[in-house]
């Protein structure tokens, strides 16, 4: 188990309980990896960064292909300003620093800001197999 709660799962548990493929595991992989490009990319523009985050992948309902079945959000991730180190995560609320709505309210301020600015991301894109 995780500090969260969350249980630590391998490759190996994956594959013998049969809940994915050698290949669909490749797919998952290569998702996160692009994932994580895009949003260090992302906060790295606002000032913040990403120190680390979760993802849950699930299947379509419709073609039955792994998709991500997460939202994304501080809830999910760590995120720290780049210039204070404070955390303007869940972390907040976690260690009873306070401040947990107005940390993640600047999270949104930054990005409806570097939107407003018309700054892109390389990858804004983005498209998920």
């Known amino acids: 188990m995780t500090r969260s709660g969350d249980p630590l799962i391998s490759a190996e548990h994956i ?69 204070t180190n404070e955390k303007m995560d869940k972390d907040r609320f976690r260690r009873d620093l306070g401040g947990l709505v107005e940390a993640y309210q600047e999270i949104a301020r930054r990005l409806r800001h570097h939107r407003a600015r018309g700054l892109s991301h390389p990858h804004r894109n983005i498209m998920l197999t």
């Open 15 to 83: 594959l013998t309980f049969g809940w994915a493929t050698a290949d669909e595991l490749d797919v998952i992989h290569e998702d996160t990896l692009r994932i994580n490009d895009f949003l260090s990319g992302l906060f790295c523009g606002i000032g913040v960064r990403l120190v680390d985050f979760k993802l849950e992948f699930g299947r379509s309902s419709t073609d039955g292909n792994v998709i991500l079945a997460d939202e994304i959000s501080p809830d999910n991730c760590r995120l720290w300003d780049m210039q």
